[in-house]
Antibody, heavy 118, light 107 residues
């Protein structure tokens, strides 16, 4: 079955760019939306955006143009970049599959905590 | 964007109790409503999709209902492993949004 695993730095300096990669195993990336969702410590879930295998993207306007998600189907990976980070971007970042048939986030990575601090 | 509001924010209950969590959407979302369970330090897990369909492997003590703007998640007989935080999520709009969560604690 499909499994997801996030990777990337656990600490980013303020005003810099947060970069994470999600590796997909056990399945194809040719369908469904590949998404990033984050969760600040002790708080709820916020959808950041998704990418389709064609490279089509959709982002949460709350991230004010700072977010970019890309896909590399040859490596079975998709990536998140969030620029100009502040302490408010400290969160556990999850990658997840949004299954378009059912309209659900049905497969999740284990999550990776990214802190923003100098 | 569609705002999702859950109530209560927290709930204390005992093993064997029947509990209901409510989720309200800021506009009609038909039946495009999903429920997730999250335990500390873990990723959310899909429980129910399209308002009332149980994800494979989810025990039948979980059920969902509703349509339009008002939805409920019911756990008929609480088990020790059910103490967790529950989130609703709408998939009506592609700006996907979650409720703020309901933390279910042991009384």
């Amino acid at each position: 079955q499909v499994q997801l695993r996030e990777s990337g730095p656990g600490l980013v300096k303020p005003s810099e760019t947060l970069s994470l990669t999600c590796t997909v195993s056990g399945g194809s990336m040719t369908v469904d939306h590949w998404t990033w969702i984050r969760q600040p410590p002790g708080k709820g879930l916020e959808w950041c955006g998704y990418v389709y295998n064609t490279g089509t993207t959709n982002y949460n306007p709350s991230l004010k143009g700072r977010v970019s998600i890309s896909v590399d189907t040859s490596k079975n990976q998709f990536s998140l970049k969030l620029s100009s980070v502040t302490s408010a971007d400290t969160a556990v970042y999850y990658c997840a599959r949004y299954q378009m048939v059912s309209g659900v986030f049905d497969v999740w990575g284990q999550g990776t905590l990214v802190g923003v601090s100098s | 964007d569609i705002q999702m509001t859950q109530s209560p924010s927290s709930l204390s209950a005992s093993v064997g109790d029947r509990v209901t969590i409510t989720c309200r959407a800021s506009q009609s979302i038909s039946r495009y409503l999903n429920w997730y369970q999250q335990k500390p330090g873990k990723a959310p897990k899909l429980l129910i999709y399209s308002t009332s369909s149980l994800q494979t492997g989810v025990p039948p003590r979980f059920s969902g209902s509703g349509s339009g703007t008002d939805f409920t998640l019911t756990i008929s007989t609480l088990q020790p492993e059910d103490f967790a935080t529950y989130y609703c999520q709408q998939s009506y709009d592609t700006l996907y949004t979650f409720g703020q969560g309901t933390k279910l604690e042991i009384k």
